[in-house]
């Protein structure tokens, strides 16, 4: 994965939709790079596209039906700019948009992101990962604590566990947290300090992470996420799609 794209781990976004999101971009990738045959008059024939799904296996059957001639490679060399250059600058411009949008918003300081974080993995894992030499999973068990039990979470915060699980669907699990370093008063008590992790100081650093529904940048998500889904997949796919291109040329 490409170190601009945000790992998974701090998505909570379902599998389903972002295999939906995956799939649609992956056509509309597949548009672009036929348009890229098509609006050269140079090319004759037609491209060696028969069908598009949403696997990189596409794009190796696709590359499969390339003879090697000029045109071919042409348009070839073509598809890589466009997978290393153009759409990836747009999509990082985008992205970049959205934090800017991001920036722009004033927590509310309810101190609940502090009280009630979730993962995907149970605390054992983290801890391991944390040993294995994960950086997330480190600046996260510096301060986080597990809840006692997935009731203790109910709990304390009934609707907000049901809103955060519903957010990723019941296939998925959640695990909740807590930070003591909250103060009575929503502040933080290690703030300044080497303590304070650096996800603190940029959450939600995307809206694809976790947000409860009274965050003051929920209405952000709500506005961003399908397009920041689709911003990922396109940054992922460019980079599969471009790999599978340029082993192709080298043949
Ligand atoms: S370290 Fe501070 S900002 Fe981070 S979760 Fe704990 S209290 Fe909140
Ligand atoms: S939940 Fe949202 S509004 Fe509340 S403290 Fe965290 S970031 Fe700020």
Redesign the pocket.
Known sequence: MPSHVTTTRHWKTTVAQYQHEMAWVSQRLADVLKQAWNNDGEFSGSAPFLGVDSSPQWMKETLQRCDGSPFHRQWLEKCLNILKNTLPQAVLGQLAEIESERSAIACHQC?V??RL?SQDEDYETLLAKASGGDTFAQEFTR??LPYETRQHAENRFPELVAALQAEVGEERPLHFYH?????QDN?????GTA???AF??T?PETPLSAIQPNCAWKPWQGEQHTITLQCHATLVLCEAWHEHISETLSC
């Open positions: 101190g992101c502090c974080a301060v986080f930070c003591p370093y909250v103060g502040r933080c008590t290690v703030y303590k304070r992790p603190c100081g959450y």
